[in-house]
């Protein structure tokens, strides 16, 4: 990126330390995917399930972070902004989904109280 005065940060390679830390991260959200999404299932819990998978989102965002670390910074800023909308689209999904507003729920062991 010529003439934005910023040559040596733009081009510079990733901090393998950085990289080591999205490792890290990464492999810890799946093993928590794993244990939370059998525990679910074991303790029939709906709460557990949605815990599950926001583990599971976040490891799926390490790994696409993983992905564009080494690229230019033109394809790691669409990523970011990508991942800005699917995170748009998921709050919209889970809004229009909350109990009391006439739409069945996804999963059929719902709390008595949820009606």
Do not use: H
Not at 19 to 24: D, E, T, V
Not at 97 to 106: C, D, I, T, V
Request: charged fraction near 15%; aromatic fraction near 12%.
């Amino acid at each position: 990126m010529s003439g934005c005065g910023c040559d040596s940060v733009c081009d510079a390679a990733p901090d393998p330390a950085y990289r080591r830390a999205l490792w890290i991260a990464l492999v810890l959200n799946a093993l928590m995917f794993g244990v939370e999404i059998v525990a679910s299932f074991a303790a029939q819990s709906v709460s557990l399930l949605a815990d599950a998978v926001d583990f599971l989102g976040d490891a799926g965002n390490y790994g696409v972070a993983l992905f564009v670390l080494g690229m230019a910074p033109l394809w790691r800023s669409r990523t970011a902004l990508w991942k800005g909308w699917l995170m748009f689209a998921t709050a919209c999904s889970c809004s229009a989904n909350r109990p009391g507003n006439g739409r069945r729920a996804w999963c059929r062991n719902r709390p008595s109280w949820a009606g």
